[in-house]
T-cell receptor
Framework: EPEVTQTPSHQVTQMGQEVILRCVPISNHLYFYWYRQILGQKVEFLVSFYNNEISEKSEIFDDQFSVERPDGSNFTLKIRSTKLEDSAMYFC?????????????FGQGTRLTVV | QKEVEQNSGPLSVPEGAIASLNCTYSDRGSQSFFWYRQYSGKSPELIMSIYSNGDKEDGRFTAQLNKASQYVSLLIRDSQPSDSATYLCAAVYNQGGKLIFGQGTELSVKP
């Protein structure tokens, strides 16, 4: 069964360092998303990406964040200068025709710990 | 501000009982609704989707949508200890749009 894969599963980084979280969406999907979940809190939307550009972003997704689809398979989230409050689970998701009448499937997540 | 509200629980039911999980949403423009199951430390796993008023059944799961009341529910029949998890309700407002999640309801099924 096709699945969304994320690497690494766990990343520890020092405050101020750059991190890149990687995702391989399901191959025929067209819409890609990043969400995050701080421990004990709800899943929050960060950004959506379609047709090689950002289609929507949240207030959390400030200038420290960027996304890229560097090739036909990978979708990355970069945090330029990490803060302690960036510590969270980061989930990549993808869907085929967008989420209106089709489902989004999530990767297993990357646990980011900023120390 | 578009919001999705759930009782955080925990909801405790005995094995074999029906678990009923509820969710309300703030914006009448919401188009699609999803239930995800999340085990501790894991990612959300899609359980059900529902797009129109009424009931939708899939195995032991039934999702119910009432757009007039802005209410979504999930019934789990014959609950099993393996159903113990946090159940997330999510709404979508537009094509390709973001999922807006509730805070989740923790379900505990006691053997």
């Amino acid at each position: 069964e096709p699945e969304v894969t994320q690497t690494p599963s766990h990343q520890v980084t020092q405050m101020g360092q750059e991190v890149i979280l990687r995702c391989v969406p399901i191959s025929n999907h067209l819409y890609f998303y990043w969400y995050r979940q701080i421990l004990g809190q709800k899943v929050e939307f960060l950004v959506s990406f379609y047709n090689n550009e950002i289609s929507e972003k949240s207030e959390i997704f400030d200038d420290q964040f960027s996304v890229e689809r560097p090739d036909g398979s990978n979708f990355t989230l970069k945090i330029r200068s990490t803060k302690l409050e960036d510590s969270a689970m980061y989930f990549c998701a993808s869907s085929d025709y967008g989420t209106l009448n089709t489902e989004a499937f999530f990767g297993q997540g990357t646990r980011l710990t900023v120390v | 501000q578009k919001e999705v509200e759930q009782n955080s629980g925990p909801l405790s039911v005995p094995e074999g009982a029906i678990a009923s999980l509820n969710c309300t949403y703030s914006d009448r423009g919401s188009q699609s609704f999803f239930w995800y199951r999340q085990y501790s430390g894991k990612s959300p796993e899609l359980i059900m989707s529902i797009y129109s008023n009424g009931d939708k059944e899939d195995g032991r799961f039934t999702a119910q949508l009432n757009k007039a009341s802005q209410y979504v529910s999930l019934l789990i029949r014959d609950s099993q200890p393996s159903d113990s998890a946090t159940y997330l309700c999510a709404a979508v407002y537009n094509q390709g749009g973001k999922l807006i999640f509730g805070q989740g309801t923790e379900l505990s099924v006691k053997p």
